[in-house]
């Protein structure tokens, strides 16, 4: 344990830990080493009756787990947003780790680890567009810091819950058909379903109809005609996480509130919110600030470690409806612990983008989020002009969906052959893109239908047009391998 005694043995631990860390995230490959679960009992093993020596176990450590870890931060990851990879950011978890400030209280569990993450709320309010004002206690903060957008968006769907009907906090649901939520079709993110339950409100999801990813206006008004006094949340998708579509926001927000004023308007922004931080790209989440609640995920987005997420409430005195009042949680001015719903103790973990904001600045961020928008519109462009891919969706923030083949082949021909192009990358660990199932929108290939694209989403700011001409290449050689070999490859390929 740590003590004056071993102080100079523990830097130079503490350093080499940095030391590997920092050579593991700038290594080239996505993966270096495929793992195969069936070793999994060398990690999953009885507890130890005796210990080791700390070099004992971190050599431990880096063969039989960090060999195998995936890299976010390398150039040629590709599938998902952000790669984790300020130095400032890092720094900041490093602190947050080793300082030990536990966020359920401030006057002596966070003293200033409380006023710096109202800051951080307060500049994201700022990028959104929600207004802020003198803050002299935690019911003017507005937002509340989670581990992920699925804690934001399940805390937004209570407040939804109570927003709806007054006091299901004390007296229950007894009609959960009545707490209905409304979402866009065959995009939408699995927390806001899962949250519903978890909440008591039962499945009652009603889905509309999309076109272009994007929810269908039309469709939208007839529902809420029909069921608006059952609607408790309307949601929409600032950058789904498949397409990274921004829905029609201002228009979504004005039918729903002709059709009833008080249904709750949610947005999931949770990639999207970023656009905020561009003058070139903001004009795209134009009418976010008038919904009453935002989810923002600055893991996704802002080049910070995993994770921190943010839920931002336009009216901060609506916490007050699912407050947590005790003993334990001192009743001070600045508790967060009284707004938190699901969370006690809570580490420091809004400190990263502290240290990142200040770093950086808007003007520094806002160039980060131009650049992998730029990204994507080269890759789009590049890949509309090769006869041998086809591109399913419009770049909306830096998200681009293609299959390999041609639009006139079978489409579960197609759906085969981009699912083994997919696990072929898996395996080899040079580049990551993503897979999923979606409903093809656009009718690209054929309206509706299930298909299974690859898809590009990259936030490293290492990322070049370069890296992306030799994805291209890549994933062409990948697919004409697979072509000659008749389909055949080894899951692990490294």
């Known amino acids: ?27 080239e490959e996505v993966n270096t080493k495929c793992f195969d679960v069936n070793e999994r009992y060398k990690i999953i093993h009885d507890i130890p009756i005796e210990g080791s020596d700390i070099e004992s176990v971190l050599e431990d450590f880096k063969k039989n787990v960090l060999t195998y870890c995936t890299n976010f ?17 890092m720094g900041g978890a490093i602190f947050a780790e080793l300082l030990q400030q536990n966020l359920i209280n401030q006057s002596f569990c966070g003293p200033t680890a409380t006023f710096t993450e109202i800051a951080v709320i307060k500049w994201l309010r700022e990028i959104v567009g929600y207004k802020t004002s003198k803050i002299n206690s935690i019911w003017d903060v507005g937002g509340i810091i989670t581990p992920g957008g699925t804690a934001s968006n399940s805390i937004a769907m209570m407040l939804a819950r109570e927003n709806h009907v007054k006091g299901t906090m004390e007296r229950g649901i007894t009609s959960p058909e009545k707490f209905k939520i409304v979402v866009p079709k065959g995009i939408g993110h699995y927390s806001i379903k899962s949250s519903q339950m978890w909440l008591g409100c039962g499945n009652n999801i009603i889905e509309v109809p999309i076109n272009n990813f994007k929810m269908d206006l039309s469709a939208l008004k007839e529902i809420l005609k029909e069921n608006k006094d059952d609607i408790m949340s309307v949601i929409v998708y600032v950058g789904d996480s498949r397409t990274m579509t921004i829905d029609n926001l201002e228009e979504v927000y004005y039918i ?10 949610h947005a999931d922004a949770c990639h999207g919110f970023s656009l905020g931080l561009s003058d070139k790209l903001k004009h795209k989440i134009k009418g976010i600030e008038n919904y009453d609640s935002i989810s923002t995920d600055p893991h996704k987005v802002l080049c910070c470690p995993y994770v921190i ?3 931002l409430v336009k009216e901060p005195q ?5 407050a947590s009042l005790s003993d334990l949680i001192m009743q001070e001015e600045f508790a967060f612990g009284q707004i938190t719903p699901f969370l006690g103790s809570r580490n420091w973990s809004s400190l990263k983008l502290w240290f990142l904001i200040n770093n950086l600045g808007k003007k520094g961020l806002g160039e980060i989020i131009e650049k992998r928008h730029h990204l994507a519109l080269y890759l789009y462009s590049k890949l509309s002009e090769m006869e041998e891919f086809i591109v399913l969706n419009d770049v909306g923030i ?16 197609l759906n085969s052959f981009n699912r083994k192009i997919y696990k072929r990358i898996l395996s080899e660990g040079k580049y990551h893109l993503h897979q999923f199932s979606i409903a093809d929108s656009n009718g ?38 697979i072509k000659t070999r008749g389909g055949e490859f080894y899951e692990c390929a490294m």
Request: with cysteine; glycine share 4%.
């Open 398 to 413: 830096n998200s681009v969906m293609f299959m390999y083949g041609n639009k006139n082949d079978d489409i579960d021909y």
């Open 444 to 481: 690209i290939i054929n309206k509706n239908k299930i298909v299974y694209p690859l898809r590009y989403m990259c936030g490293n700011f290492n990322t070049t047009e370069k890296d992306i001409d030799n994805l291209v290449k890549y994933v062409k050689s990948v697919a004409l391998s």
């Open 318 to 322: 609506k916490v007050k409806t699912i």
């Open 73 to 89: 931060a390398s150039k040629n990851f590709m599938g998902f947003p952000d790669s984790g990879n300020s130095i400032a950011a």
């Open 256 to 265: 729903t509130k002709e059709v009833k004023e008080d249904i709750w308007l």
């Open 309 to 311: 997420s943010t839920l």
């Open 1 to 27: 344990m740590l003590c004056n005694e071993n102080k100079e043995f523990t830097r130079e631990f503490l350093k080499k830990v940095v030391d590997i860390c920092i050579d593991f995230k700038l290594q």
